[in-house]
């Protein structure tokens, strides 16, 4: 706790806040803990990476964060609303609107193109096809691809789909971006060129990313990385904390 | 547009699409994957088939029949028709069929459970998952079942000219064709929603989380 505080800034908004989240799976008569009481807290505008180990439990935390995963215990706050006092419609809501996902295997509709990709959500949300058409074409403008906007995503290279993924997460203004190791599928440069991308968006929109991630490249431009390890929080770190040391991932 | 009204803190509650919407991507979706879907279609089309000519040719025979030996007091060799079996036999590809659109959604379901699972992270709502996936298989019912009436109604004249001479083809009785037609594209459309019940259900419980499994 007493790493956290002093690697909190001061006087920020919270945009999320977990209270000691656990999470159990059970398998037959064993009960395995993936999170064993976590709590943290993120501000408005913050870049954060959890990084740690494979099994750690980032996923875990990441989706406990994102809404689409009960905790077995605890509570998470997003933007001062407890998750589990939601209905489903109002979950529907905050997924549409508050939280934009961005995902490792890029997950775009396959029978859709670019522009519907990332004129979806502001459909679901309620915003006329026409105005959701205009708004989709800028955002793809924004991430570079105003020239593919009518291919479908089998005929964009891995890189591009991400982007059109990022396009697609920030449609509806959210207030976080969650990405769950946005860069896993992707070569060194590309995977480098997403994440200046999302870098840039976080900066110019002020939009909260939280990434869970094993790529090291984040590093650099995180505000605060969260260590996680056998399902606690190691330590959190500030940018000009870090030491770049391959060897704490292994 | 039809605002949400009760709001939790800032929390509003989504909105319920037209259904003008689901038409619209179940469209889009069943256009791209039609290649997949035409062994299910062949199935619908040879059971609708097989429905139509059996009702058709059961009305006709006796009408030729009749005409045919007031016209030319011809004894004319009737087959024995075999009702019971018939029926038993329609049942029963009428059941394959139910079961092969029931499984083959299942599949696509299951298949695209990280297309379901993104969608929700979107937005959607269970209710227009469900709609989805119950107007894919309609659609696709509809199609199957018109192509199969067609041919069954085709089938069935064939076989008046097969059975009872060419000259049986002018004493067709088409007057009551139409409503056998509505009435098997009733059949058909009532049998393709049955059989899309339970994996459209299936696909609107899916969980979001389920756009984050790697694994197939
Ligand atoms: N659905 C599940 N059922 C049972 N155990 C699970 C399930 N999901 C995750 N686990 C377990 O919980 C632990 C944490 O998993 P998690 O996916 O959060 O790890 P991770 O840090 O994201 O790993 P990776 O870097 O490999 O993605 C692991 O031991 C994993 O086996
Ligand atoms: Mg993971």
Redesign the pocket.
């Given at each position: 706790m007493t790493a956290q505080t002093t690697a909190a800034p001061q006087g920020r908004e919270e945009i999320v806040r977990t209270i000691n989240v656990v999470k159990e799976?059970r398998?037959g008569d064993q009960t395995?803990q993936?999170l064993k009481g976590v709590s943290v807290t993120i501000y408005r505008g913050e870049y954060i990476s959890i990084m740690?180990?494979?099994?750690?439990?980032?996923?875990?935390?990441?989706n406990a964060i994102g809404g689409l995963d009960k905790p077995s215990s605890g509570k998470v706050f997003i933007d001062e609303v407890d998750v589990a006092q939601l209905d489903a419609l109002e979950l529907a809501w905050l997924r549409c609107r508050k939280i934009g996902y961005i995902f490792q295997t890029f997950n775009l509709i396959p029978v859709m193109t670019a522009l519907e990709n990332v004129a979806l959500p502001m459909i679901f949300g309620g915003m006329l096809e026409a105005d959701a058409r205009d708004k989709a074409k800028a955002i793809l403008e924004r991430v570079e691809l105003g020239h593919r906007i009518d291919n479908k995503p089998s005929q964009l290279s891995g890189g591009q789909q991400q982007r059109v993924a990022i396009a697609r997460a920030f449609a509806n203004d959210p207030a976080i971006i969650l990405a769950d190791?946005p860069t896993g599928n992707l070569d060194l440069n590309t995977g480098k060129a997403i994440i200046g991308l999302l870098k840039e968006m976080n900066r110019e929109r002020g939009v909260t990313v939280i990434s869970?991630t094993?790529d090291l490249k984040m590093l650099d431009i995180s505000d605060r990385i969260f260590w996680?390890r056998d399902?606690a929080v190691e330590k959190i770190q500030r940018r000009d904390e870090v030491t770049i040391d391959a060897g704490q991932m292994h | 547009m039809n605002l949400p009204v009760k709001a939790v803190g800032q929390v509003q509650r989504q909105v319920q699409l037209p259904l003008s919407k689901a038409v619209e991507i179940a469209l889009k979706s069943m256009r791209v994957r039609l290649g997949r879907s035409i062994l299910t279609l062949i199935t619908i089309v040879m059971a609708m088939a097989f429905l139509t000519q059996v009702w058709l040719s059961n009305r006709f025979g006796p009408v030729i029949r009749t005409a045919l030996l007031a016209k030319a007091h011809l004894a004319v060799h009737e087959p024995v028709a075999d009702n019971g079996r018939l029926v038993w036999l329609i049942s029963l590809s009428l059941l394959v069929c139910l079961v092969g659109i029931s499984n083959a959604m299942l599949m696509s379901v299951m298949e695209r459970f990280r297309e379901i699972g993104t969608m929700k992270c979107l937005g959607a709502l269970d209710s227009f998952i469900l709609k989805l996936f119950l107007l894919e298989s309609i659609f696709l019912g509809v199609a199957g079942t018109v192509c199969g009436i067609v041919l069954g109604v085709a089938l069935a004249a064939a076989m008046m000219v097969v059975r009872y001479s060419t000259a049986a083809w002018s004493l067709i009785p088409w007057g009551g064709v139409p409503w056998v037609c509505l009435a098997a594209l009733g059949i058909g459309t009532a049998i393709t929603a049955a059989a899309a019940m339970y994996p459209a259900w299936k696909a609107a419980r899916m969980e979001p989380i389920a756009a984050m499994r790697v694994e197939v």
């Open positions: 799976y398998m395995l993936a740690g180990p494979s099994g750690s439990g980032k996923s875990t935390l990441f190791e869970a094993h996680i399902g | -």
